[in-house]
């Protein structure tokens, strides 16, 4: 049983396609979110929901729209997809918000999408 | 967010321990010090936090100094499975996030 599960697990696209990414967990957890790891391997915080309700919400192209239907889902919009949009895209979720400290996160397995 | 130094790479030998460490200067009284790792072709996964004590867990320890500028990563014996990128991040009070730096390599010969 997958804690936090995302699909696809490889996605390979045209320039100017919108294409989405789903993440779903399984731990009753109530926040999740979207990172991003580019080719130089760092790892950025996108977005952050909490209960359905966006938290956080980084220096992020209009072009990502992330939709949480419940709390058990997160998923990743992305319209226009352009060059440096590939990168691998790592959905994760924790129980609480962050901002408590002893929380802790679970990420997926991680969407390795590449944009031609 | 304070900011976390680490070596960019590490070398060990199976069934050995293993210490990494980190440095955070700039930490504040109320910065907790949490450690994740990347294995190959997977996400982070939780390893270990702290404040001030040393922690022990069936992953690692954490050996935090006095001063609290810097820590360490305590792998007590090395198995080939513990070859990943380690992250040591500082989480303050509050923050709703988790900022990874570039973190070690971490490489286990057999």
């Known amino acids: 049983d997958t804690a936090v599960s995302q699909t696809p697990k490889y996605l390979v696209t045209q320039m100017g396609n919108d294409k989405s990414i789903k993440c779903e967990q399984n731990?009753?957890?109530?926040?999740m979110y979207w990172y991003k790891q580019d080719s130089k391997k760092f790892l950025k915080i996108m977005f952050s929901?909490?209960?359905?309700?966006?938290?956080i919400n980084e220096t992020v192209p209009n072009r990502f729209s992330p939709k949480s239907p419940d709390k058990a889902h997160l998923n990743l919009h992305i319209n226009s997809l352009e060059l440096g949009d590939s990168a691998v895209y790592f959905c994760?979720?924790?129980?609480?918000?962050?901002?408590?400290?002893?929380?802790?996160?679970?990420f997926g397995p991680g969407t390795r999408l590449l944009v031609l | 967010d304070a900011k976390t130094t680490q070596p960019n790479s590490m070398e060990s030998n199976e069934e050995e321990p293993v210490h990494l460490p980190c440095n955070h200067s700039?930490?504040?009284?109320?910065?907790?010090i949490h450690w994740y790792r990347q294995l190959p072709s997977q996400g982070p996964e939780y390893v270990i936090h702290?404040?001030?004590s040393n922690v022990n867990n069936r992953m690692a320890s954490l050996a935090i100094a006095e001063d609290r500028k810097s820590s360490t990563l305590i792998l007590h014996r090395a198995t080939l499975r513990d070859a990943a990128v380690y992250y040591c991040i500082l989480r303050a009070q509050g923050a709703q996030k988790l900022v990874f730096g570039q973190g070690t390599r971490l490489t286990i010969n057999p």
């Open positions: 731990l009753g957890h109530d926040t």
């Open positions: 929901y909490n209960n359905k309700e966006l938290i």
């Open positions: 994760a979720s924790s129980q609480g918000p962050l901002g408590r400290v002893r929380e802790t996160q679970y």
């Open positions: 702290g404040l001030t």
């Open positions: 700039t930490i504040s009284g109320t910065d907790y």
